[in-house]
């Protein structure tokens, strides 16, 4: 009976902490130079990312968010999939846009899909898709835009989820030359199908940064192969193109966080 009572007080504190990981924010700059021989860019085209909100399991608030990026001279929002995955959730979704609305993004926000808003229905989805279209999101469906920014042509280009097949990436490109190529996508592991493809920079988000990291995110091994490289989180690099890799701002199944912490990231990038 002790026993019994010893370990339920010591998994109902480890719940505890996990929770309230959840609610404890990293808020990281990252600075990348397209040029190693130039130094780091005085006035950088500067992009939010913020990708996994899985509005079913998520501690930050609007209002918490607005506090954390209220200061900050945002260029452009990038929002890399899985927002929901219940139709009853969509509602959910509009104080979060609104806040982004009221960060005045220069080129305003840009949105590709996760595997997890694919489970939606199909009426469910042009439901979610048409609810950030018509919040200020410009949603890409292996789609890009072009944008000009102190007279640098940037190509923003969105490839569809990559876990769930839905990647095209000739046709996400189609059009495309010249111009910094910045590249929103869900799953990362497609940087191992684009060794030819030229990107200067792409993000993504995905695995949560493990969600429960220990002793090591174990439960991660069949989402690709760049878990075997343990790539799941922060800035890496395959065939000398960088990629970034999001922990997320939401939590899956239980809403707890070990050895992660839900994040928002600034990018500052020098266009070449």
């Known amino acids: 009976m002790l026993f019994s009572f010893f370990i339920v007080t010591i998994l109902s504190f480890l719940f505890y902490k996990g929770y309230k990981n959840t609610k404890l924010v990293l808020f990281n700059n990252v600075f990348i130079n397209s040029n190693v021989n130039t130094q780091v860019d005085r006035n950088p085209f500067r992009v939010l990312h913020i990708s996994d909100m899985h509005l079913e399991n998520i501690s930050i608030s609007p209002s918490h968010l607005y506090s954390i ?3 900050q001279s945002i260029d452009l929002i990038a929002l890399t999939g899985d927002f ?6 969509i509602p959910k979704l509009l104080p979060y846009l609104k806040v982004l609305n009221e960060l005045n993004p220069k080129h305003g926000t840009y949105a590709v899909f996760g595997n997890h808003d694919y489970v939606l229905r199909h009426p469910d989805f042009i439901k979610l898709k048409q609810v950030l279209d018509q919040n200020g999101c410009k949603t890409l469906i292996n789609e890009n835009d072009v944008l000009w920014n102190n007279g640098k042509k940037i190509n923003i280009i969105g490839i569809d989820d990559f876990s769930t097949n839905r990647s095209n990436v000739d046709k996400s490109y189609e059009g495309l030359t010249d111009g910094y190529n910045l590249v929103l ?24 940064g ?4 220990w002793p090591k995110p174990y ?21 000398g193109k960088s990629f970034y890799i999001s922990e997320g701002l939401g939590q899956t199944g239980v809403n707890i966080r070990f ?14």
Request: hydrophobic share 35%; no cysteine; net charge neutral.
């Open 259 to 272: 050895g992660s912490r839900p994040e928002i990231s600034l990018h500052h990038l020098t266009l070449i």
């Open 185 to 208: 996508t869900h799953d990362p592991n497609i940087v191992l199908s684009m060794e030819d493809v030229p990107y200067d920079y792409l993000l993504s988000g995905h695995f949560h």
């Open 84 to 89: 929901l995955d219940r139709k009853r959730t």
């Open 69 to 71: 990026l209220e200061d």
């Open 210 to 213: 493990g969600q429960i990291h």
């Open 219 to 239: 439960h991660l091994i069949k989402m690709g192969k760049l878990v075997r490289l343990n790539m799941i989180k922060g800035l890496h690099s395959h065939q």
